[in-house]
């Protein structure tokens, strides 16, 4: 296995000593260059602690030998595209720790969203509702069926939370769902241009 620490260290803006400062407990910049260069073996407790020092999902840490990774080979300035210095790894970033996502597929353009996109939701629980106001929401109702859109209003009553949810697009009216379980606050927006 290669890992793709450096990759990922390198698009955060990070050194060695910053990462070696972040990891619990603290480290020195010349072990997690050799945990980079596979000099030192990287075992699942490394894995563990350079990933929450990089705030990643210890699985974007390692890459098989034979993969096809997409990379970084050019960046945007004012001045306009330039070639990087060397070519990176480019890692898809959707969070970190133990938070779960869900995602769903834009079939049909609505809003702002067209069709072919993918939305990363982070999942929250009822008592997080309270800053997914004025965000896009994904919320299950009975039956599998799910609501998308910003969230409006909130109350809270003796028998859980109520939301209102305004779909996108001209014209939709809102939408007020009973007690959801769960909400998936829009994060990561992947769209093909």
């Known amino acids: 296995m290669i890992n793709r620490i450096r990759d990922i260290r390198r698009q955060k803006g990070f050194t060695l000593a910053d990462v070696a400062a972040r990891c619990d407990p603290p480290t020195t910049a010349q072990t997690i260059g050799r945990l980079e260069t596979g000099m030192r073996s990287l075992s699942l407790v490394w894995m563990n602690r350079i990933a929450a020092a990089l705030a990643v999902d210890p699985q974007v840490l390692v ?3 034979q993969s096809v990774q997409p990379s970084f080979v050019a960046r945007l300035t004012a001045s306009g ?3 990087m210095t060397r070519p990176m790894d480019a890692v898809l970033e ?3 720790g133990n938070a779960r996502f869900v995602v769903m597929a834009v079939e049909v353009s609505a ?3 067209r069709s072919g996109d993918q939305v ?3 999942q929250i629980e009822p008592e997080d509702f309270a800053r997914a106001l004025n965000r896009d929401v994904l919320a299950p109702r009975p039956g599998g069926r799910f609501v998308f859109g910003r969230m409006i209003d909130r109350a809270e009553g ?3 939370d109520r939301i209102a949810v305004l ?3 001209a014209g939709q009216r809102q939408i007020i769902i009973d007690h959801p379980v769960w909400l998936g ?3 990561t927006l992947v769209r093909q241009i």
């Open 94 to 96: 959707i969070g970190s």
């Open 81 to 83: 595209a330039e070639a």
């Open 158 to 160: 003796p028998n859980g």
């Open 120 to 122: 990363w939701l982070r």
């Open 167 to 169: 779909p996108p697009g």
């Open 111 to 113: 809003g702002d969203y």
């Open 185 to 187: 606050i829009a994060e």
């Open 63 to 65: 890459k098989p030998d």
